[in-house]
């Protein structure tokens, strides 16, 4: 039994199950973003579709903090980025203008994660971009699209550029700002987002030493993802790198009712 399971006794009573335990994945990510050291203040967004028609989306409260997330205060969005469950708390206009458009236009794009990460920001503003030269570039070879920086995102008229950038690849790289990863559910976001991260991580400190970078070949290049796939099966895709994540942090789901 999922662990989140044991805890549907806690849920409102007007809630549906499958979403409680969807709160309490994505409030367990949030602290583990927060752990793992790659928050912005208050700023950035990690977002989860709820069953529906509707396309409603879980996103985190404005104004709080990573560590103050929990399943009851994440806000239940429309398309519009207005809240549809009662919260009290806002919406960061950035967040709802991103998260939405793809929200909108994918429909595996579950979970939804963007961020400002310094290794991140760095690539971001680099000419070239990612560079698949290290082992965690090479796993992404290929999944990896670009889109064009357009100022501070609270302008409705960047989504179809955005929509159009990102395609279908699971990974945006948004020039000049940060990352973006779309991915079907939170465990299989968060174990594509920790590849992506240390790819910039090796990618900005390998450009700070002396020498040029090794290449990698391009028949390995091309076989890479192929073979990384095989770590991405399965019935719950990067769950057992999340749930042992959360292990680490000490991160429980009792904790974030």
């Known amino acids: 039994m999922d662990q989140s ?15 409680w335990q969807l709160r309490l994945e994505l409030a367990a990510c949030y602290r583990l973003f927060d752990w793992m050291g790659w928050t912005e203040l208050i700023y950035n967004h990690i977002t989860m579709r709820v069953p529906g028609p ?11 903090w990573y560590t103050e997330i929990t399943a009851s205060n994440l806000v239940k969005v429309n398309l519009a980025g207005e809240a549809v469950d009662g919260s009290k708390y806002p919406v960061n206009k950035a967040g709802f203008v991103i998260h939405s458009a793809i929200h909108a236009a994918r429909d595996d794009a579950h979970c939804i994660i963007h ?7 760095a690539v971001s503003c680099k000419k070239d971009g990612l560079r698949y030269d290290n082992f ?20 409705l008229a960047e989504q179809p550029h955005l929509v159009r950038s990102l ?24 174990s594509t987002y920790w590849t992506l991260q240390r790819a910039c991580e090796i990618q ?12 990698i070949n391009q028949t390995v290049l091309d076989a890479t993802p192929a073979r990384a796939a095989a770590f991405r099966s399965g019935p ?13 942090a000490g991160i429980r789901y009792e904790d974030l009712v």
């Open 5 to 19: 399971e044991k805890l549907l006794h806690l849920k409102p009573a007007a809630m549906d199950g499958e979403e």
């Open 115 to 121: 961020t400002h990460t310094t290794a991140g920001a």
């Open 204 to 215: 900005v400190m390998s450009d700070s030493m002396r020498g040029d970078n090794q290449p």
């Open 236 to 248: 719950r895709p990067g769950g057992l790198a999340f749930d042992g994540a959360l292990r680490r």
């Open 136 to 155: 965690y570039s090479a796993i992404l070879y290929g999944e990896v699209a670009y889109h064009d920086f357009q100022g501070i995102t609270t302008d």
């Open 54 to 64: 509707e396309r409603h989306y879980l996103i985190n409260p404005y104004g709080l």
């Open 167 to 190: 395609g279908a690849k699971p990974v945006l790289i948004l020039r000049n700002h940060g990352l973006l990863v779309a991915c079907p559910s939170v465990p299989e976001a968060f």
